[in-house]
């Protein structure tokens, strides 16, 4: 599933408070880092901590015409209310990603769940779970180049915060290495 593509919509779904509306705007960063157009665009619902909250990404070699996802080509679920409105998507050939550590077990193909928030606490910081969720993403769909989300993550953060989220970045890539 490392095959490059020119075009990628990516869906990340949970709940407020999670990171994703910021990893959404990181991944877009990176991908403009490698040249690509991009477009980001979020919901949430009134409370932004604990409701619903969702971001999405597109990412593009040519020009975005439509600002909304039509056909994702990954997604990533870190609460079981996001897990029921995409879980359909996996049948499709998607790859949904899911936080073992918040959700229950799904089998099937396409199905990729990784403990993102319990190896977050490992590192000392589960606010770092969605840093995982991305490295593990990208190693596994090559959306991104790591090396992209790292500079993004430098540019954005300083020392102790820039050296927990590229941990916890190489640590989910590390997942998928081996």
Not at 62 to 91: H, N, R, S, W
Not at 92 to 107: A, E, H, W
């Amino acid at each position: 599933m490392t095959e490059k593509k020119d075009r990628y919509e990516v869906i990340m779904a949970g709940s407020g408070g999670q990171g994703l509306i910021v990893s959404g705007i990181m991944l877009g960063e990176a991908a403009m880092l490698e040249g690509k157009n991009v477009v980001q665009t979020q919901s949430y619902g009134i409370a932004s901590r604990g409701g619903f909250s969702a971001a999405e990404v597109i990412m593009d070699r040519d020009e975005i015409i439509f600002q909304q996802v039509e056909k994702p080509d990954v997604v990533l679920v870190l609460t079981e209310e996001a897990m029921e409105k995409y879980q359909d998507l996996a049948g499709s050939g998607i790859p949904v990603f899911y936080d073992t550590t918040l959700l229950k077990p799904r089998t099937g193909e396409n199905f990729y769940g990784y403990p993102f928030t319990e190896l977050a606490e490992k590192l000392g910081h589960v606010g770092t779970a969605n840093m995982i969720a991305l490295g593990v993403m990208s190693a596994v769909t090559g959306l991104v180049e790591l090396e992209s989300l790292a500079r993004v993550i430098n540019k954005r953060f300083s020392g102790k915060t820039a050296e927990m989220n590229l941990k916890a970045l190489h640590t989910g890539a590390g997942l998928i290495a081996g």
